[in-house]
């Protein structure tokens, strides 16, 4: 009998909530993006935190895009955040934006005004910094703080009907400019900008802050547990302070660490510089922690649940080995992918002894991790064959288990074979191995009664399709490429891409469907890439079968 995995703080409070019958029992939690940039892996997190709570406690889940910044948001960004929702395997209850609620919103910033609550600044940005003081000295009110209820009422109309130019006037809340939290000295609620929204057009020119934007939307929608990152910690109390002054729904604001993983950018801001100066090919770019990176990449909604689920959550900031993530990509594709034969280094292989012209089909299993194997697939078998260059050696060491003058090695799924001659060209590279083989030592029918060490996987040559085959690796060379000295650019892995132009391939690959895993034996895992052609197939790594970099960190 296994034991029950204890409850983590937000199961706790939920549990609590439901036992005294808060919120008539209810559990509505939200995923809130800001559509400025594609969802990463830090943002899975989230998405599985929320709609993972909200599934537990028979809730629900509502999609609102953050959309109160018109200058960085477009339709796009919207689209490929509800694409990454539901590749990962969630339903939202309401599609919503706070673009929905900007009508309200303005009525609440002018009830504020109404009860001396808020005013109009004319101050600039430099001005209103300076006056709010500094951690350890309040602030100083500027000279627009005492302005009249009437005269802010008139000033926040007229802000709205476009009368003023951007970063002429802003609508502050009227607090306390000693209080040690900063987020309360009279923050900013609304601020002027003239831009075109993706979705309300031109209707309107000013636009609530986020802080004034976030709180008021929860309570709109009576989510009843609104789950936040710890950078939002300070802002709780002016969620609180709003949502009391307004008197709307009570929601309340829960933190937890956000995800912080080794050899990662999440910052959405680096990513894209990344993409506009072209160190990567775009925001799905295979190396890029995306979610549309991940998945051109080969992961699974199934590795992102489960690594979000072993790093659990916590309070307290921590920084995630990416080895981890690796490690539940390896764990679900070695359930989950077909295997398959690829030569990514070639030489040719002939067997001499084995009949001109003879063909054989030969059996193997889709995944011997499967009861069954999940069926097969024929394999090609002649006399001419593709191997790797690695898996042959002219002077051989005394633990060199494949081939080489002399050695023996079984093909995978085929026959016993012996390494007889080989023949190099003049600057000394081996072009072609000759070998014989030992009919009666079939896989599955040997009778042979020999034993090797070896197996090696090969490639019919008069059956081989080609293909392009990238070899991906992590991004940047640094742990933690954002306390790098200088640019965190500077830390970029020169060698996260190798490109292999003419792999040879066996020929049920030529099939390949995108998104679905394939283990290349003894090479990786791969999957077939989004942009990929009949004619021109291409094959993306998704990982090694192994953790490469820890071998390195060991030397």
């Given at each position: ?64 895009f953050d959309d109160t910044n018109p200058i960085t ?123 075109h929204h993706h979705r309300t057009g031109d209707q ?166 499967v009861e069954g194997g999940e069926g097969g697939r ?178």
């Open positions: 009998m296994s034991e029950e995995k204890p409850l983590n703080f937000l199961e706790e409070i939920i549990e609590e909530d439901i036992r005294k019958g808060k919120n008539d029992g209810r559990v509505l939690t939200r995923f809130p993006p800001e559509p400025n940039g594609y969802l990463h892996i830090g943002h899975a997190k989230s998405i599985c935190l929320n709609f993972g709570l909200a599934q537990r406690y028979g809730g629900k889940t509502n999609l609102r948001e477009n339709v796009e960004y919207v689209e490929s955040i509800k694409n990454d929702i539901k590749w990962l395997g969630f339903e939202w209850a309401e599609e919503l934006y706070t673009s929905d609620y900007f009508d309200t919103l303005y009525g609440y910033a002018v009830l504020l005004i109404k009860k001396g609550l808020a005013y109009v600044d004319d101050s600039t940005p430099e001005e209103i910094a300076a006056s709010k003081g500094t951690p350890t000295e309040a602030g100083v009110p500027t000279p627009y703080r005492n302005r009249s209820i009437e005269e802010n009422l008139q000033l926040f109309t007229e802000m709205k009907a476009g009368k003023y130019p951007d970063g002429s006037k802003v609508l502050r809340a009227k607090i306390d400019l000693a209080n040690p939290n900063m987020h309360l000295r009279d923050p900013l609620l609304y601020r002027i900008k003239h831009a309107w020119c000013i636009y609530p802050m986020y802080d004034f934007a976030h709180g008021q939307s929860d309570a709109i929608e009576r989510i009843t547990h609104s789950i936040c990152t710890l950078e939002f910690v300070p802002h709780r109390a002016l969620y609180d302070w709003l949502i009391e002054h307004i008197g709307i729904f009570p929601s309340k604001q829960y933190e937890f660490a956000r995800l912080n993983m080794t050899y990662t950018v999440m910052s959405k801001r680096r990513l894209l510089q990344l993409v506009n100066e072209h160190h990567v090919e775009g925001w799905d770019d295979p190396r890029m922690p995306t979610l549309s990176g991940l998945r051109r990449r080969g992961y699974t909604p199934t590795s992102i649940r489960n690594f979000c689920e072993r790093i659990g959550v916590a309070k307290r900031e921590n920084v995630i080995d990416v080895g981890l993530l690796e490690f539940c990509i390896r764990e679900d594709l070695n359930k989950t992918a077909w295997r398959r034969m690829a030569v990514l280094d070639p030489v040719k292989l002939i067997i001499t002894n084995y009949p001109e012209g003879k063909e054989e089909r030969l059996h193997g299993e889709n995944n011997p991790e024929e394999i090609p078998f002649s006399r001419e064959l593709w191997i790797e260059q690695e898996d042959f050696m002219e002077d051989a060491p005394k633990k060199f288990f494949r081939l080489g003058p002399g050695l023996s090695v079984r093909l995978k799924h085929a026959y016993i074979i012996t390494c007889d001659t080989f023949v190099k060209d003049e600057t000394g590279k081996v072009t072609e191995i000759h070998c014989s083989y030992v009919p009666n030592s079939k896989s599955g029918e040997d009778t042979s009664g020999l034993k090797v060490k070896g197996t090696i996987h090969w490639v019919s040559i008069p059956h081989a399709k080609t293909a392009e085959v990238r070899l991906y690796d992590r991004l940047f060379r640094a742990e933690n490429p954002m306390a790098t000295t200088g640019d965190f650019k500077e830390s970029i892995n020169p060698d996260s891409l190798e490109v292999r132009d003419k792999v040879y391939i066996e020929p049920d690959l030529a099939q390949a469907e995108p998104g679905k895993g394939y283990q290349f034996i003894r090479k990786g895992y791969f999957t077939l890439d989004l942009r990929s052609t009949p004619e021109h197939l291409v094959f993306n790594r998704t990982v090694g079968l192994r953790d490469t970099w820890a071998k390195e960190a060991l030397k």
